[in-house]
């Protein structure tokens, strides 16, 4: 080795070392989560969020104090659908484990067909593209499809295809979705710790059987739903962590998902 | 440089760069964070948390499906007070900023002392003792007050003084807390993103006043209350994490927080 060429490698590792304990307080991170309010997009046949003000004022002791309390479904707004949502057996929220809430992002940007078709299912052909392009998807990657929709939020027409509530509601729903022989692709092929979309499900609108839940809830792989800002992050590189609240058997709940994107 | 020289610095180089995705994703960690259930340790005053199932069991279609709903007050079990609990005008939940929710972890062990003195309140010199020991708290510590009485969780008496509910129960609270001289000494000597413990208040369980809370919260910083685990971190080295369910206008709310401890 040459010795300039030793003394350039030495000053990338003191660089290196020196980065090392930025690597978790440093860097930009981006809120992947929606705030919980009237008017977060729940499921047509779910309640709305509710927000109720316990006190907000001045108490007699002459002091500004203000608490409230809220009523809300586990399925809506930014959150977690826990594996025992579609599969007996399979954990609840609170008892998966912190190792699988974190890990790297590989986000596949299918926008541009999806924009085109409310209907549009992510197929394995759009997973093996994203490989082609940016190596294997790696073990206890977080998996984000960017559909686009995202940019509709919170209109409720335009981000699910229909404003109504209700049962009769449901099957006017139309927004993409993952197609169930890409899920079996991911669960048979890789080795995934969640995955998540910025619709408001795994499965796409007119689906009646939510077979992706069903194959990836399966295989214990946690599902993150209205995911939020999937435009900021790049294709690989940022490195995403998702803290469910922790409800004791709880089949989902709201979720706060961060991601911090690579320097530079 | 001697070649071989040069050979272990390139050695040690690929294994320091090899290692760097592992810093955010590989390292141990601990949850902070207890469950909700009905069983969750409530302020005297609140309803208790409750879940509702929405359905669980096999549908129509003949597949499995589980969904629940709940409802809480902000301020129970592991939660966050944001700064417009105690301060009008300060920050709601979801607006603060990502970078105030983690930072190295400081843990001031003042166990033995609190769990001879239900009324005990973390002092200067407690927190002066702590820097002695191990230098100053750092700039965007999360500080964390160890009490000692998260080992009585969830039972009410032993935790917090008192099982009782309502009103009257809340001059029956004893359980220790942080001095509003120590509170008041943090903000104006040091630069804090949060501040947590292992108690259902920052302030103890005597407080009428809230003091402590009232500076903390004037000066937009977040306190942490019901923290669980702080007998799992050491003093110094541990990096915390702490999400916050993102309640639009919240005065707090349900909090995940978890630690990535040291490595070795």
Known sequence: MHK??????LMVLVWGCARQPQELEGGRWV??????????IYWPTSDPFRLDTVFSGTTDQGFYYSAFKFCAAEHGGTHMDAPVHFAQGRRPVNEIPLEQLMGPAVVVDVSEKALKDRDYRVS?????????????????????????????WPDREKYMGTAERGAQAVQKLHFPGLSPEAARWLVNNRTIDAIGLDTPSIDYG???NFESHQILNGQNIPI????????????????????????????GGPVRIVARLPEG
Do not use: C
């Open 4 to 9: 300039g060429m030793g003394f350039i490698v």
């Open 31 to 40: 809120d992947l989560s929606y705030d919980f309010s009237e008017a977060t």
């Open 124 to 152: 394995v052909p759009d997973l093996q593209d994203w490989e082609a392009r940016h190596g294997p998807i790696p073990e206890g990657a977080i998996v984000l499809l960017r559909t686009g929709y995202g940019q509709f």
């Open 206 to 208: 007119q689906s009646t």
């Open 224 to 251: 993150l739903e209205n995911v939020a800002n999937l435009d900021r992050l790049p294709p690989t590189g940022a490195w995403v962590i998702a803290l469910p609240m922790k409800i004791r058997g709880g089949s």
